[in-house]
C-alpha cells in the first residue's frame, strides 16, 4: 500500500531536511498566526504617559509607551487576555475580555488616573464591536469559544457557514480557488489544490475565513483564504474529553425516500480527548489530540448476492451466487485522527515548537446500484499527516524573524482489492445486470482502479518588524517541492483474444494502460507586505512574487504530435517555461468616526492549475493513431505549460454601529476572471483534430452581502448574513467545451450561468446562553435554486439553453443545546445536535431535467433508476446525543 511505509521511508528524507532547518534557522507572525494590541496611554488630561508599561497577565508580552503615549505588543496568539497597564504615580488600569485575533490590530486606548486619589485597580471589560471599521476586507474571525456552541464539528462545516460560500465555492470561484492553512502554513494538496487533512473542531483555537480580497503573503488562491490556528499547550494542565452518538431518523418518510426507516441509534460514533499544559520539560508545554470517528451512512445494502457467481454446468451458464441476505451499510467512514504540538521557550528572546496533524480513513461511498451486492464496492483509504518545526526569534524591539518547515504527506487509495492479481479480480468478473431489474449489479466487481500521492517539502519565512508607530512591515519567502504521483495501478480490461473473453492485466504498457506517474514540479513566490494603521486611515499594501515550473516537456509541434505524419515536420520534446507574476494588493479602511467606516479594497490574484489537470493525459504519444480526416474530443490532452489563472478582485463596503451591541455591513463586489483551465482545439498536418487543455475560459462574478451583528444582549445573541450574486462564464468545468463538441453542440464560447451560481443566500444563526448554565444555538440556511438545463422531450437533442432553468429554494435548519454543570470540581456538559430538523429532501442536490423537481420526471420509464435512488435526495434528519469532560481549566 502507498501510505504508511511510503511515508516512513521517506521520512528520512525529512529527518535530514529538518535537521538541517535546525542549524541554518536562529514562527510565529507569518500569514495570520498571531495578532497585534496598540493603542494609547493618556492622563485625566489627555496629555501621553510615558514610558508606562503595558502587559499581558500571566503571558510574556509587553511593551512601553513612547513619548506620545503610543505602544504596540505583536507575535501574540489568538485568544482573549487580560492587560494591565501601570506607570508610578498612576492607579493600575486592566482590561479585561481583550480578543485578539490572526492577523489583526486590537485597539486599547486608556486613561490613567493619579495614585494620589486612590490606589485601587481600575478594572474595565473590553467589549469588541459590532463591527470593525478597520477592516480593509471581508472576513469572518471564529473563535473556539464560538466554535463550540455551533452544531458543527469539523472546519469544513465552520467554513461553509459563512457569507459568500457556497458548497466549497467562495463568491462564484471554482473549487481549488482557495488556500487553506493550519498555522499559516498550507496544507493544500497540489494534486488538486483542494485541502489535504480534515480538522476536528477540538483542535482549532480560531478560524479565519477570509472570502474577499487578501494581504499579498496569501498565494496559490483567486477566491478565499481560510486560515486555522491550532490550540497549543498552556501553564495549567488540562483535559478534555467528547463523546457522542447518534443516527438518522425521518419517521413517516420512508416512502418520500424510498429507503427503510430503521433508526441505527450508533450510526454515529465519535471519541476525543485532548491533553495539554506543561511537559514536564524546562518551560516546554504540550497539546496531544486523538480522535475516533465512526459514520454510517443511512442507505442500507442487502447481501443478498456475492460478487462470484456460480457456473452452471448444465446450461453452460452463469447464476447469481446467494449470500447471507445480512443488511450491511452501503456507505461508511472509519476515521482515525490527531494532533500534537510541543511548545518551547527556554531559549531568551526565541519560541521552538513542533506539531503533526494526522488522517487515516478508511470509507466506502454508497453507490445504489450495488444495494444487492455491496461486497462488489471498491474501497477508499486516506492517509495525510503534516508534520515539522516553527520557530520564532525576537531580533529587536518590535522586530520578529518566523520560519516554518513542514513535510505534507498524503496518499488516496481507490479499488476493491490492493493487487491487481488478486484471483477475486478473476473469479467475480465483469458487473452484470439484468435487464428485470435495471439498475442493480448482480454479480462481478467494480474493476476502477485509482492511486494518487502527494509529498510536498515546505519552507516558509518571514521577516516582520514595526518600523515605526504607524508603519508594520512583513516581507517573506515561500518555497514548495511537491512530489506528486497519481493514476491506475495496474490496469484491469477484459479482451477478447481468438474469440475467448478473459481479463487482462496492464500494469504498464502506455500510452493506453501506463503505470502511475511521478512530477516534481517547483513552486515559490516572494512578498513584502506594509500595514499601516493611523487613526483615521488603514491602509494594507502589497506586491506578490509567484514563480512555477513544471518541470515537464511537451511536443514542440503541436500539429505533428506523436511524428505519426508522413513527410510533416518533426516533433521533439520542448521543455515548459517557468512562470513569474506580479500580484499588486490594496486595501483600505477609512473609519468616519469611531462607529462609521468604509472600505476598499483591490487585488490581482493568480493561481497555478492543479497537477492532477494539467498532468492527465500529457503523453501525446496517444495521438499517433489519430486517423486522418478524424476528430477526437473524448480524449482531452493535458497541458503542464499553462499560464497562471488571473482573478482581477474589487471590493467596496460601508458599515456601521447603530448601538454598543448591534451594527451591519455591506460590502459589493466584482471579480474579473480570466486565464481559467479550458479547452482548445489542435488541428493536425492530416486534418485531424484533437482537443487539449489551455487557457481559454473565463468569467465574472458580481454580488453584495449584508451582514447584521447583533452582539448578546443578556442572554441573547443574532447574526444574519445575505448575499446575492451573479456568477457566469464560457463553462463550469475545463473539459466542458470538449463534451459539448463530443456530443455535436456548438464548441464555441458563451456566457451562462456556473453550476454553481446561488443567486440568493442568507445565513441566520440565533444563540442564547448563560455561562457555566446552558447554551443553545440554531443555524439557518436559506439557498435559492441553482441551475440546470431543462430538457422538453427525451433523448438527445432536446435540451434548452445552458442553465437556463433553476432548482428549488432548499431550506436546512440545525440545532445545538448544551447544559453545563459541575462535578467534584470538573467541568461536565450533556449536549444534543440536531442536523436538518425539519427532514428537508432537497438541498442543492439533483434535479430531473424534465421537471426541476428532485421528485418526479415528465419520462419515469427512461428516470426509473434515478427515481428509485435514494441518494440524490438530501440526508434525512440526524440527531446526535453526547458528553463532554473538562478538568483543570
Known amino acids: 500500500m502507498l501510505q504508511r511505509a511510503d511515508f516512513l521511508s521517506r521520512a528520512w528524507r525529512w529527518r535530514g531536511l529538518v535537521a538541517?532547518?535546525?542549524?541554518?534557522?536562529?514562527?510565529?507572525?507569518?500569514?495570520?498566526?498571531?495578532?497585534?494590541?496598540?493603542?494609547?496611554?493618556?492622563?485625566?488630561?489627555?496629555?501621553?504617559?510615558?514610558?508606562?508599561?503595558?502587559?499581558?497577565?500571566?503571558?510574556?508580552?509587553g511593551a512601553f509607551t513612547d513619548a506620545e503615549g503610543r505602544f504596540s505588543i505583536l507575535n501574540i496568539p489568538p485568544g482573549t487576555y487580560e492587560v494591565k497597564v501601570s506607570r508610578v504615580g498612576f492607579r493600575p488600569h486592566v482590561v479585561q475580555g481583550v480578543v485578539v485575533s490572526a492577523d489583526q490590530t486590537t485597539r486599547i486606548d486608556a486613561q490613567l488616573q493619579s495614585a494620589r486619589i486612590t490606589a485601587e485597580t481600575v478594572v474595565v471589560t473590553a467589549e469588541r464591536p459590532p463591527v470593525d471599521v478597520n477592516l480593509t476586507s471581508s472576513m469572518a474571525t471564529l473563535q473556539t469559544e464560538e466554535i463550540s456552541l455551533l452544531p458543527v464539528q469539523e472546519l469544513q462545516d465552520i467554513v461553509n457557514l459563512q457569507a459568500g460560500v457556497v458548497d466549497g465555492h467562495f463568491r462564484g470561484g471554482r473549487l481549488g480557488e482557495v488556500q487553506y492553512q493550519v498555522d499559516g502554513v498550507s496544507i493544500n494538496n497540489a494534486y488538486d489544490n483542494t485541502a489535504g487533512l480534515k480538522l476536528d473542531r477540538s483542535l482549532l483555537q480560531e478560524v479565519q475565513v477570509i472570502s474577499g480580497t487578501f494581504d499579498a503573503e496569501y498565494g496559490q488562491a483567486m477566491s478565499g483564504v481560510v486560515n486555522a490556528v491550532l490550540k497549543e499547550g498552556g501553564q495549567r494542565p488540562i483535559f478534555e474529553a467528547e463523546v457522542f452518538g447518534g443516527g438518522f431518523i425521518f419517521p413517516g418518510r420512508e416512502e418520500a425516500r424510498r429507503t427503510e426507516d430503521d433508526f441505527q441509534p450508533l450510526a454515529i460514533r465519535n471519541f476525543t480527548v485532548t491533553a495539554s499544559g506543561p511537559s514536564g520539560l524546562p518551560k516546554t508545554t504540550f497539546l496531544a489530540n486523538a480522535r475516533r470517528y465512526v459514520f454510517e451512512d443511512y442507505v442500507m445494502g442487502q447481501r443478498i448476492f456475492l460478487p462470484t457467481p456460480t457456473y452452471v454446468d448444465t446450461l453452460a451458464s452463469l447464476v447469481p451466487t446467494l449470500g447471507d441476505g445480512k443488511e450491511v451499510v452501503l456507505g461508511y467512514s472509519e476515521e482515525w485522527s490527531g494532533a500534537f504540538k510541543i511548545t518551547n521557550t527556554s531559549i531568551q528572546d526565541a519560541k521552538a515548537s513542533y506539531q503533526v496533524i494526522l488522517n487515516d480513513i478508511d470509507s466506502r461511498r454508497a453507490n445504489y446500484a450495488f444495494r444487492y451486492n455491496p461486497e462488489a464496492l471498491t474501497q477508499q483509504n486516506t492517509f495525510a499527516i503534516a508534520h515539522g518545526p516553527d520557530w520564532t526569534q525576537t531580533l529587536g524591539k518590535g522586530t520578529f524573524l518566523d520560519v516554518a518547515l513542514r513535510q505534507n504527506y498524503r496518499t488516496y487509495e481507490d479499488y476493491a482489492y490492493e493487487d491487481p492479481f488478486d484471483p477475486r479480480y478473476d473469479a467475480a468478473g465483469k458487473l452484470y445486470t439484468n435487464p428485470n431489474l435495471p439498475g442493480v449489479y448482480l454479480w462481478g466487481v467494480d474493476l476502477a482502479r485509482f492511486e494518487q500521492m502527494t509529498n510536498t517539502y515546505m519552507l516558509k519565512g518571514s521577516l516582520s518588524s514595526q518600523v515605526t508607530p504607524t508603519h508594520l512591515v512583513k516581507t517573506g519567502l515561500d518555497l514548495q517541492l511537491p512530489e506528486v504521483r497519481f493514476g491506475v495501478p495496474g490496469h484491469l480490461v477484459y479482451t477478447t483474444v481468438d474469440g475467448v473473453e478473459g481479463l487482462v492485466r496492464y500494469l504498464d504498457n502506455p500510452p493506453d494502460y501506463p503505470a502511475p506517474q511521478t512530477y516534481w514540479p517547483v513552486i515559490g513566490a516572494a512578498y513584502v507586505q506594509d500595514q499601516i494603521e493611523m487613526e483615521d486611515l488603514t491602509l494594507r499594501a502589497g506586491l506578490r512574487f509567484d514563480y512555477f515550473d513544471a518541470r515537464s516537456s511537451l511536443p514542440?509541434?503541436?500539429?505533428?504530435?506523436?511524428?505519426?505524419?508522413?513527410?510533416?515536420?518533426?516533433?521533439?520534446?520542448?521543455?515548459t517555461t517557468p512562470k513569474l507574476k506580479v500580484s499588486p494588493r490594496l486595501g483600505v479602511a477609512y473609519p468616519i468616526t469611531d462607529r462609521i467606516g468604509v472600505h476598499f479594497a483591490y487585488g490581482h490574484f493568480y493561481q497555478y492549475p492543479s497537477i492532477g489537470d494539467i498532468f492527465t493525459n500529457a503523453d501525446y504519444s496517444v495521438l499517433a493513431r489519430l486517423q486522418a480526416g478524424t476528430n477526437d474530443f473524448g480524449r482531452v490532452m493535458g497541458n503542464p505549460d499553462v499560464e497562471p489563472e488571473q482573478t482581477v478582485q474589487y471590493e467596496f463596503g460601508y458599515k456601521q454601529a447603530l448601538s454598543q451591541d448591534f451594527g451591519y455591513e455591506v460590502s459589493a463586489f466584482y471579480k474579473d476572471i480570466r486565464n481559467l483551465l479550458g479547452v482548445e482545439f489542435i488541428n493536425t498536418y492530416n486534418d485531424a483534430t484533437y482537443a487539449r487543455l489551455t487557457n481559454a475560459d473565463f468569467g465574472n462574478v458580481l454580488g453584495f452581502t449584508l451582514a447584521l451583528n447583533h452582539r448578546a444582549i443578556g442572554p441573547a445573541s443574532l447574526s444574519l448574513d445575505y448575499t446575492w450574486q451573479v456568477a457566469d462564464g464560457n463553462s463550469s468545468d475545463p473539459n466542458e467545451t470538449a463534451t459539448r463538441a463530443e456530443a455535436g453542440e456548438d464548441p464555441r464560447p458563451r456566457v451562462v450561468a456556473f453550476n454553481w451560481d446561488q443567486r440568493h443566500t442568507i445565513n441566520m444563526t440565533l444563540a442564547i446562553s448563560k455561562p457555566d448554565a446552558y447554551s443553545t444555538a440554531a443555524i439557518l440556511r436559506v439557498a435559492s435554486g441553482q441551475p440546470y438545463t431543462p430538457v422538453i422531450e427525451a433523448g438527445f437533442g432536446y435540451g434548452l439553453e445552458t442553465n437556463s432553468g433553476r432548482k428549488p429554494v432548499g431550506v436546512l435548519l440545525d440545532l445545538r443545546a448544551d447544559r453545563w454543570f459541575t462535578l467534584g470540581g470538573q467541568r461536565m456538559s450533556f449536549f444534543g445536535r440536531i442536523f436538518n430538523v425539519f427532514d428537508t429532501r432537497y438541498f442543492n442536490?439533483?434535479?430531473?431535467?424534465?421537471?426541476?423537481?428532485p421528485y418526479y420526471s415528465r419520462f419515469p420509464v427512461n428516470d426509473e433508476v434515478a427515481l428509485e435512488d435514494p441518494t440524490r435526495l438530501y440526508p434525512p434528519r440526524r440527531i446526535e446525543l453526547g458528553f463532554t469532560l473538562t478538568a483543570g481549566r
Open 20 to 61: 538541517v532547518g535546525a542549524l541554518l534557522v536562529p514562527s510565529r507572525l507569518w500569514a495570520g498566526t498571531t495578532g497585534k494590541i496598540a493603542g494609547t496611554v493618556v492622563d485625566v488630561e489627555k496629555a501621553p504617559v510615558v514610558a508606562a508599561t503595558v502587559a499581558l497577565t500571566g503571558q510574556p508580552f
Open 556 to 575: 514542440s509541434d503541436l500539429s505533428n504530435p506523436a511524428n505519426a505524419i508522413a513527410g510533416a515536420p518533426l516533433s521533439t520534446p520542448d521543455p
Open 845 to 853: 442536490s439533483a434535479v430531473f431535467e424534465s421537471t426541476g423537481s
